[in-house]
Each structure stands twice: as structure tokens, then as C-alpha cells.
């Protein structure tokens, strides 16, 4: 029997390399690494309930990553993953920014919770961007023909 030098997770690990090189990847990729340092920063601090938002968010940025990566976006098309990755960076969003401005402003004495507000508000300012990219996508995708009219009935 031959060796081959194929890897036994086919190509994942090939599509995971490209695809975290793309524009869409990297912020997916920072979105998950972000939150991964929330949740840390939060979990450490007095009050570990803010880490929920975290947990959440990258769990979320995650499933959409790997649907990207796999693109099962193009295999699952009863799901509008445009809309649906819009929907989730806007509410990522608002959530990263309350939250951290909520710990930034009362985490006086915690460290830890300050420290999770900050990289909060940036965490925040990055679904943002996201949002703002998704939107582009959309608004780029769409097609400005009218509709037919026909008289007959």
C-alpha cells in the first residue's frame, strides 16, 4: 500500500488556511479570538454573569465561520446567511457595547472587569465593521430591476 500524503481531515485544514486569508475570515477569526479573551477577562473578574455575552457571541461566530469556511452556505439555501450573519453582528454588537460600558463604568476595584469592558467596547466596534461589511454585501447583491407589469389578468 502506497503512503500518501494526505491528510486525514481532507481538505478542512486547506480551506481553513484560505479561507481565514479573506476579508470576511479575518473578522470572523478576531471576532472569535476577542471573545475568547472576554470570556476570560470576565470569568476572572467578581462578576462572572457578564461572560454570558461572550460565551454567546463566540459560539455564534464560530458556527458562522465554519458554515463559511465549509460554504455550506451555497449546499443550505433555505437559510438567508446574508441576513441571518447581518442579524447577528448588529445584536453582537449592541450587546459588546452595553455590557462593557456597563463593567468599564461600574468595574471600579475589578480589574479583570475593566479589562473585559475594553476589549468589550473593541469587541463591539468590531461586529460594527461587520455589520457595516455584511450590510455592503447585501445592499451590492441585490438587484435594482423593476418589476414586470402586466396588464392582463
Same mark, same amino acid.
Given at each position: ?18 479561507? +481565514? ?50 460554504? &455550506? ?8 446567511? &446574508? ?20 463593567? +468599564? ?15 468589550? &467596547? ?32
Amino acid at each position: 500500500m502506497a503512503e500518501t500524503d494526505a491528510s486525514p481531515f481532507g481538505g478542512c485544514l486547506e480551506k481553513l488556511k484560505l479561507y +481565514v486569508r479573506t476579508r470576511k475570515g479575518t473578522i470572523l477569526t478576531a471576532e472569535i479570538l476577542l471573545s475568547f479573551i472576554i470570556l476570560i477577562c470576565y470569568a476572572a473578574s467578581m462578576y462572572g454573569g457578564y461572560s454570558a455575552v461572550a460565551i454567546c457571541e463566540m459560539v455564534f461566530a464560530i458556527i458562522f465561520f465554519i458554515v463559511f469556511m465549509m460554504e &455550506l452556505d451555497k449546499q443550505f439555501l433555505v437559510v438567508n446567511w &446574508l441576513w441571518s450573519d447581518l442579524i447577528r453582528a448588529v445584536i453582537g454588537a449592541a450587546l459588546y457595547l452595553i455590557t462593557s460600558l456597563i463593567c +468599564v463604568i461600574g468595574g471600579s476595584g475589578d480589574g479583570a472587569r475593566i479589562a473585559g469592558g475594553v476589549f468589550g &467596547l473593541v469587541a463591539g466596534i468590531l461586529y460594527a465593521y461587520d455589520s457595516y461589511t455584511i450590510f455592503l454585501d447585501i445592499k451590492s447583491g441585490r438587484q435594482h430591476t423593476a418589476a414586470p407589469t402586466d396588464d392582463t389578468v
